[in-house]
């Protein structure tokens, strides 16, 4: 999953420098996930979390929909 486990938690395993991804897809809405993954917001810098913008988008519809599985 292109990394997000040295920053979040997953199962019970990865970082913990963001929230845990865990139950995510009931958390948040599919728009409001991909919302997350495209825009890095400068105003939250110091959180750290990268856009995924220069994925296609076939990888971002399957990355979506392993979040929404969680």
Same mark, same amino acid.
């Given at each position: 999953?292109?990394?997000?486990?040295?920053?979040?938690?997953?199962?019970?395993?990865?970082?913990?420098?963001? =929230? %845990?991804?865990s139950g995510i897809g009931q958390r948040m809405t599919r728009r409001d996930l991909r919302q997350k993954l495209m825009v890095h917001?400068?105003?939250?810098?110091?959180?750290?979390? =990268?856009?995924?913008?220069?994925?296609?988008? %076939?990888?971002?519809?399957?990355?979506?929909?392993?979040?929404?599985?969680?």
């Amino acid at each position: 999953m292109l990394g997000c486990r040295a920053c979040h938690r997953l199962s019970g395993k990865g970082g913990q420098l963001g =929230p %845990s991804l865990s139950g995510i897809g009931q958390r948040m809405t599919r728009r409001d996930l991909r919302q997350k993954l495209m825009v890095h917001n400068e105003a939250n810098a110091e959180r750290h979390m =990268p856009s995924y913008d220069y994925l296609f988008e %076939s990888e971002r519809q399957q990355l979506l929909d392993r979040l929404e599985q969680q």
